[in-house]
């Protein structure tokens, strides 16, 4: 929603926090057009730069609350 009122752009990364557990490497099949990859992972033992993420969405995809 940030993006599409251009409150952001693609240059601020985006940022998650979880526990180191829940870092999981997972296939590009479980991912949709509405999926944002994070930039960075921080967990309470160390900072994950991640790499070779999608492209962001260019904003709200109405198709999924149209019913």
């Known amino acids: 929603?940030?993006?599409?009122?251009?409150?952001?752009?693609p240059s601020v990364p985006v940022v998650?926090?979880?526990h180191d557990s829940q870092v999981l490497?997972?296939?590009e099949s479980l991912f949709d057009?509405?999926?944002?990859?994070?930039?960075?992972?921080?967990?309470?033992?160390?900072v994950i730069e991640c790499s070779g993420a999608k492209p962001?969405?260019?904003?709200?995809?109405?198709?999924?609350f149209c019913s």
Do not use: E, K
Request: charged share 15%; proline share 8%; hydrophobic share 55%.
């Open 16 to 18: 998650t926090v979880v």
């Open 25 to 27: 490497d997972l296939p």
């Open 33 to 46: 057009i509405h999926d944002v990859a994070v930039d960075f992972i921080v967990t309470p033992t160390r």
């Open 1 to 9: 929603m940030l993006a599409s009122v251009g409150a952001i752009n």
């Open 56 to 64: 962001r969405p260019a904003g709200i995809t109405i198709m999924y």
